[in-house]
């Protein structure tokens, strides 16, 4: 082959090895053999198969050269090893890759690590050992470095940094050639750590020998952050704080002095540039005052500041305080100190939302352009996973010190394995955390320059993927691993760090979060528990044991305590807790879910404690407590889903019976979906109605089908009154009439169905669903199922105005949609009259409305209470808004609905009603829709009237969003607005 053939064929061997610019990589290729003393044409393949494992080859040929222009007999022997056998199988003695190869990943992943050798080429050496350095060999190795150079008069700075880089580079050698570089982290960064103490405690050499008195003060080091923590990163601000004793006969005030003087030399010494390059900047900014605070302090200004004046971010930050150089006798004093202000912080008021401010005060402060890019800070990043675990560890170490670890990854350990987390989540957090870090590395390690953002350019990015191991388009994975991990880190944040069991916890003394029964009772009483002994039994019960299950019942119950007494019904409350979770057992989701899923504890203890209808469902379907894990936001089914469940519940039911009642139990799950959003605020009457119109139809829907052997051709439902006016509440029965069409046999088959449905539908631990037929031509003394032929006569000549009027709020809710559609042209000229009402008719409908007034209202009742009959209630309303509907709605068409709140919206838009007289029937409807709807789920049984207990008032006024004590005031609200609602019925129904 010719030297050029050989040459082209040496560029495509390039461009396969991974070389960006395969001809200019050809050049440094031949000048590295020529260099090495080894023939060109032989090793140049060779050569770009061995730099081609580097993260970048076109890289690491290049610093190849620099460091074979002047140590080629070193080089040859490094690179001659790394290329026997195929790619990766270059093997040392002990089984770890082989300094070779080390030396291979250093090049092509670092820029800075590669000048370094090049100035430095006696530390190759160093690759010779496949293992990261303890901490005694660094203390060893950088030390004496510093005592050597001072010893000699040489610049001990320059050494320190030499040293440094030494162990440095030991360090990144085994890290960037580790088969699983995430798993390696904690180890990696702990080296880190240990490297930079040795690097702290040289500092602190330095200062003792250049700094005059020195011998006169004992100086200790507390390393901060990540230092504490011993999880540093390949370049970071190095957090410490200064303490400081004067040896006895050494004034207070001199000894300060000096240890000042040595602090400032300590941080120099790291922090300034010589020709050497710099560590990394020391901050002492997280001590006292910060940085206008003095730089040292004794031990006894510490605990006075520590105890009068720190902010609770302080502690925080203390959490991972530790000694690291310097006097390490008087360091572990200062932790002795501040350990337990950390562990009490929690408690301090607003300690949690301090913690979730300053969180969001950090993202507020990240440029829009790096926000996408920011590993460290930016959303999905590694302060969600730093501030998720730091927050959690405050709130429970108080009471529980297996969760005191200074370091993320086994703090996260800790929490899973005390059933804070969720394994699975813990498991998410663990890896995502050590990926971000080792990213975080890869891209430090480039330049040796502290920077925490992800590379725009395609060419950056690649090389940061190859030097995690990554195949293919290392870009494209970069950029997929950093979208999917970032997601569900913030995920996961997002649930964990704003638990609002962690500010509940936070509110307890150390007694009342450890259960303790003697603080719990005592603080059950105060909350106004009826009967505090009773209640600890029940906790003892659900927190008894050493099951995952108990262990994560003491952490709710705390909080979930307080939460049960901010309603009417605490120890009911309880009680139900107590046999929910009973029943459930051991179900793995429902701690689960009480525990990590928002606001879901807060609202059960909301449920229990405020509503005995919700309470009562959920205990005969436990199942059900997974609503309270949904999106609050989250609406009622839609019908047509509805439907198709309840159809195919009742149709494998082995009889009617028994598909009735699977669909039923389907109702209740709705109900108990729109109960849980009426009580929490999430849903307004309006929308509640909706849905449980919607459920409702659906089970007639799916009911009558099948009663009807399937199908429900020739038969219709009409739905009257509230489910006609899809108004209905969580007490409102389904009031009906039944039309067939005369097909022959469909009478009997109507009639046949309707009964089934009726014995169907009650009866049973499932809500039942009454259906009423009172409603129906003739009322009482009429078939209870009719034919369109004898309704269509009917109508044409015994109609009467009230069965007109009734008919207002008539639709078809289930069966044939075609016999219902006839059933509607048949209403319709009698409901919207031509010409509006007769004199006669409007005569009679005032009378009946009257005599119903003085003849319906029970004995004793206050007709001003009563919410559907009393004077302003519903029936006045919707008289009255039926009265004009009828009246106007044959020139008006937008009048012929069968709402009452969109019949009112249409007679103000029209200008029929003043405004203000609408907003006064508006109001009173409302107002008493939703106190019946409060009372059903307060009580779990109807009510027509407004309670006159105290108690009740009370808890219904809470199931309506009143805060505490509006009981009395409800009363007073009723009586205005239905008063006024009365005056605008006396002036619009009888013409007063």
């Not at 670890?405 to 987390?421: D, N």
């Not at 909301?606 to 989250?634: C, F, K, M, N, Q």
Request: charged letters at 25%; aromatic letters at 4%.
């Amino acid at each position: 082959m010719s030297s050029d053939q050989s040459r082209l064929s040496g560029v495509s061997w390039a461009v396969r090895e991974g070389f960006a610019d395969g001809r200019r990589a050809v050049s440094f290729l031949d000048s590295l053999a020529e260099l090495l003393g080894t023939p060109v044409d032989q090793e140049r393949l060779r050569l770009a198969r061995v730099l081609g494992r580097s993260a970048d080859p076109d890289r690491a040929v290049l610093a190849a050269v620099r460091l074979a222009e002047s140590e080629p007999e070193a080089l040859r022997g490094l690179l001659g090893a790394a290329a026997s056998g195929s790619p990766g199988q270059a093997r040392g003695a002990d089984g770890l890759p082989g300094a070779g190869e080390r030396l291979v990943a250093v090049l092509g992943a670092s820029r800075a690590m590669g000048d370094h050798l090049a100035r430095h080429t006696e530390q190759l050496e160093t690759l010779e050992r496949g293992t990261l350095p303890t901490a005694e060999e660094c203390l060893q190795v950088v030390v004496e470095a510093v005592e050597e150079a001072l010893g000699a008069g040489e610049s001990p700075d320059d050494a320190l940094r030499v040293a440094y880089r030494r162990g440095l580079l030991r360090i990144a050698a085994v890290d960037l050639t580790a088969p699983e570089p995430a798993e390696l982290l904690p180890e990696v960064a702990a080296a880190l750590s240990d490297l930079a103490a040795a690097a702290l405690e040289a500092a602190v050499t330095i200062a003792a020998h250049e700094v005059e008195g020195a011998e006169g003060v004992r100086l200790a080091v507390i390393g901060m952050g990540k230092a504490g923590g011993r999880e540093l990163n390949y370049v970071s601000d190095v957090d410490v704080i200064f303490v400081a004793e004067p040896v006895r006969g050494v004034p207070e005030a001199e000894a300060l002095e000096i240890g000042a003087r040595m602090a400032t030399r300590v941080m120099s010494a790291c922090g300034s540039s010589t020709a050497e390059g710099t560590l990394w900047p020391v901050d002492a900014a997280l001590r006292p005052e910060g940085k206008a605070g003095p730089l040292v302090r004794t031990l006894g200004s510490f605990r006075s500041y520590y105890e009068r004046w720190a902010s609770p971010w302080e502690f925080q930050a203390l959490l991972k305080a530790r000694p690291v150089a310097g006097d390490c006798s008087l360091g572990e004093q200062f932790v002795e100190i501040v350990t337990p202000m950390v562990w009490e912080v929690a408690a301090r008021d607003g300690f949690v939302e301090g913690v979730q401010a300053m969180r969001r005060r950090v993202e507020e402060h990240i440029p829009p352009a790096e926000r996408g890019r920011q590993l460290k800070l930016g959303p999905g990043g590694l302060r969600d996973i730093e501030f998720s675990v730091q927050l959690l560890q405050l709130v429970h170490g108080r009471v529980d010190e297996s969760l005191r670890h200074a370091a993320t990854l086994p703090g996260l350990e800790a929490l899973a394995a005390g059933g804070y987390v969720a394994r699975t989540d813990a498991a998410v957090l663990g890896e995502a955390y050590r990926l971000l870090r080792c990213l975080e590395h890869r891209i430090q390690l480039d330049r040796l320059r502290r920077n925490h953002l992800l590379p725009e350019e395609d060419e950056d990015l690649r090389r940061l993927g190859r030097s995690m191991g990554w195949p293919g388009d290392a870009a494209q994975a970069v950029r997929q691993r950093w979208a999917e991990v970032g997601k569900e880190v913030r995920r996961l944040h997002e649930r964990l760090f704003y638990r609002p069991l962690l500010v509940a916890l936070s509110d307890l003394s150390p007694g009342e979060a450890r259960m303790r029964p003697a603080a719990v009772e005592e603080r059950l009483a105060a909350l106004g528990f009826k009967d505090p002994a009773g209640a600890v039994r029940h906790l003892e019960a659900l927190t008894r044991g050493v099951t995952r299950t108990a262990a994560i019942q003491r952490q709710l119950l705390p909080g979930m305590l307080g939460w049960l007494a901010g309603w009417p019904a605490p120890d009911a409350g309880l009680l139900a807790f107590r046999r929910i979770s009973e029943s459930l057992g051991g179900t793995h989701w429902y701690m689960a879910m009480l525990r990590d899923e928002g606001h879901a504890a807060e609202r059960f203890a909301h449920v229990l404690s405020g509503s005995r209808y919700l309470t009562e469902l959920l205990e005969s379907g436990p199942e059900a407590v997974r609503l309270l894990g949904e999106d609050p936001r989250s609406r009622p089914a839609e019908r047509e889903v509805l439907v198709r469940r309840m159809r195919a519940a009742v149709q494998r039911g082995a009889d009617l019976p028994a598909g009735a009642r699977s669909a039923r139990v389907l109702r209740r799950t709705e109900i108990l979906r729109v109960g849980i959003g009426r009580l929490t605020g999430n849903l307004d009457l309006v929308a509640s109605a909706a849905g449980l119109t919607r459920t409702a139809e659906a089970l007639l829907e799916a009911t009558l089908a099948r009663a009807l052997g399937g199908e429900s051709t020739g038969v219709c439902l009409i739905g009257m009154g509230r489910l006609g006016g899809a108004e209905l509440g969580f007490a409102s029965d389904a009031d009906l009439f039944v039309v067939h069409d005369d097909a022959p046999g469909r009478a009997e088959a109507a009639a046949a169905a309707l009964k089934a449905l009726r014995q169907a539908l009650v009866g049973g631990a499932e809500p039942g669903l009454e259906v009423d037929v009172d409603l129906r031509p003739e009322g009482r003394n009429g078939p209870t199922v009719r034919g369109i032929g004898s309704l269509e006569a009917y109508y044409e000549r015994w109609s009467s105005p009230w069965e007109a009027q009734a008919l207002v709020r008539a639709r078809p809710v289930a069966g044939d949609p075609a016999l219902g559609a006839r059933v509607m042209a048949l209403v319709d000229p009698l409901r919207w009259p031509e010409g509006g009402l007769t004199p006669a008719a409007l005569r009679e409908m005032r009378m009946l409305k009257a005599r119903m007034e003085t003849e319906r209202i029970p004995r004793g009742a206050d007709p001003r209470l009563h919410l559907k009959l009393g004077r302003g209630g519903l029936s006045d309303v919707e008289w009255t808004v039926q009265l004009w509907q009828m009246q106007h709605a044959h020139r008006c068409p937008d009048l012929r609905t069968t709402s009452t709140l969109g019949a009112l919206a249409v007679l103000e838009d029209e200008g029929l009603v003043a405004a203000g007289e609408v907003e006064s029937l508006r109001a009173a409807w409302l107002l008493a829709s939703e106190l019946r709807d409060a009372a059903m789920l307060w009580r779990g049984r109807p009510v027509d009237a407004v309670p006159a207990d105290p108690l009740d008032r009370e808890g219904v006024a809470r199931a309506l969003g009143r805060p505490e004590g509006s009981g009395h005031a409800l009363v007073e609200e009723y009586l205005r607005t239905s008063r006024l609602a009365r005056l605008v019925v006396e002036r619009l129904f009888y013409g007063e």
